[in-house]
């Protein structure tokens, strides 16, 4: 594979990895939980525009608003 395509993985591979970073800090305070919801909500907000930190948020509220995963106030 080269061109485009190659770019698009590299920036899917850093979205992933900065998935992985925020969700560690839901994770360690979380009950457990299927990663996955997580990051979907994650992903979703961040491509259609959200920062990272609302991306976060985002992901939070949906785990607790439709998986009933809720974290501790901190």
Do not use: C
């Amino acid at each position: 594979m080269t061109g485009p395509a190659n770019a698009d993985i590299a920036a899917l591979a850093d979205l992933l990895h900065e998935t992985a970073d925020h969700h560690g800090k839901f994770e360690a305070v979380a009950p457990p939980h299927n990663w996955w919801d997580w990051y979907a909500a994650y992903l979703h907000a961040r491509q259609t525009g959200s920062s990272p930190d609302d991306a976060a948020a985002a992901a939070n509220r949906y785990m607790a608003e439709v998986k009933h995963i809720v974290v501790p106030a901190s």
